[in-house]
């Protein structure tokens, strides 16, 4: 089940994320570190009632940011579809002991639907440019690379930007 966050949760989702940087690592993958995500920027998204949560049976075993709201770092992109009524998708993460079992899969169909549903033009995201296993997990499900920015807090290195119209 894909549900609305709860305040309670964060340390959980902490918990992910912190395992899922440190899997990354040990692959060469420096795009998440202590600093990123953090608790306050958790509690920001449940704040602005972004943040949805994974569960199977009483586990948390994944997480996903749906904001309509863009990055500053967005805006030197060249985007397929206007500035206006996009969906963008941020720190997607399933627990390394439940990946490969499609849960990313169903995490992106959910925000694929969410965004349908609330007829927003299109879905945009980013993912680091080393992280050649999520490159290929969206240009499957038909995600378009269109630009790349800096984090420069997390990485030297650029993340690229992907963007998937929304399908009326």
Not at 1 to 26: G, H, L
Request: charged share 20%; net charge positive.
């Amino acid at each position: 089940m894909i549900r609305p966050a709860k305040i309670n949760e964060i340390p959980k989702k902490i918990n992910i994320t912190r395992v899922c940087a440190i899997k990354m690592i040990t692959q060469g993958i420096f795009q998440w570190n202590d600093a990123y995500p953090s608790k306050e920027i958790f509690k920001n998204d449940i704040s602005r009632n972004e943040l949805y949560v994974f569960q199977q049976q009483n586990t948390l075993i994944g997480c996903i940011v749906l904001s309509s709201i863009m990055d500053t770092e967005y805006k030197i992109v060249s985007w397929l579809s206007p500035n206006q009524n996009n969906l963008y998708v941020h720190r997607l993460a399933v627990h390394p002991n439940f990946q490969h079992q499609g849960n990313a899969q169903k995490l992106m169909t959910f925000a694929e639907d969410f965004a349908l549903k609330n007829n927003y033009v299109s879905i945009r995201l980013d993912t680091f440019s080393q992280n050649k296993r999520n490159q290929q997990f969206y240009e499957l499900r038909g995600y378009q690379k269109v630009g790349k920015v800096y984090y420069l807090n997390q990485s030297n290195d650029p993340f690229y930007c992907y963007e998937r119209l929304c399908n009326k």
